[in-house]
C-alpha cells in the first residue's frame, strides 16, 4: 500500500543512508506522519521543496512510515 504525503520537511544525517521525512497526509490535515527513505531520493525531495512554488506531494510505501501523530 502507499500514502499520498505533502511533504513539509526532510532531514539527512551526514554520513546516513537514510533520511528522515516529515509531512501531512493528503487530505487529512489533521495527522502529522514521520517516514525513512533511501537517501538519495529524500535528497532530491529536500531539493524539489526548496525550489517549488507549490507543496511537494509525493507517494510513500506504508512500511516507511515511522508515526503517525494526530495534530
Request: zero cysteines; a negative charge; aromatic letters at 8%.
Amino acid at each position: 500500500m502507499r500514502v499520498k504525503i505533502q511533504v513539509t520537511d526532510i532531514a539527512i544525517p551526514v554520513g546516513s543512508s537514510i533520511g528522515f521525512g516529515r509531512g501531512i497526509p493528503e487530505g487529512d490535515e489533521t495527522k502529522v506522519v514521520y517516514f525513512v527513505g533511501d537517501w538519495r531520493p529524500m535528497a532530491g525531495v529536500g531539493e524539489m521543496i526548496v525550489r517549488a512554488d507549490e507543496p511537494i506531494v509525493i507517494e510513500i510505501p506504508d512500511w516507511s512510515i515511522l508515526e503517525i501523530r494526530e495534530l
